[in-house]
């Protein structure tokens, strides 16, 4: 079975950091751009960064440029999501999922990733 499994999320204070997970199984990660995606309560989902599979190229949303980084570890078959510096507009549902082709300018258009959706990972960035 084809799947992802978000992990990692949590109830955090400002400033803190949290390293969320995507771990896939079914098939190879390695093989795939990755996306983070992230909705809050009452709003629409938005992209958060993505990771090409060639050449492993990152791109950020600009309201997370400098705190969150993106990274790969094939061999685990998993894609990190480091955030630090949290604030409470970062609290969101956030999910990760795979796209065919590199980040490019299209890394936050939903319609280009493959229809392989996990549950979520809840961030709670609260005091």
């Known amino acids: 079975q084809v799947q992802v499994v978000e992990s990692g999320g949590g109830l955090v204070q400002p400033g803190g950091s949290l390293r969320l997970s995507c771990t896939a199984s079914?098939?190879?990660?390695?093989?795939?751009?990755i996306g983070w995606f992230r909705q809050a309560p009452g709003k629409e989902r938005e992209g958060v960064s993505c990771i090409s599979e060639v050449d492993d190229s990152t791109v950020y949303t600009d309201d997370v440029k400098g705190r969150f980084t993106i990274s790969r570890d094939n061999s685990k078959n998993t894609v990190y999501l480091q955030m630090n510096r949290l604030k409470p507009e970062d609290t969101a549902v956030y999910y990760c999922r795979p796209k065919m082709e590199l980040c490019g300018s299209s890394w936050n258009v939903e319609t280009r990733y493959l229809e392989v959706w996990g549950q979520g990972t809840l961030v709670n960035v609260s005091s």
């Open positions: 079914g098939f190879s990660l390695a093989n795939y751009a």
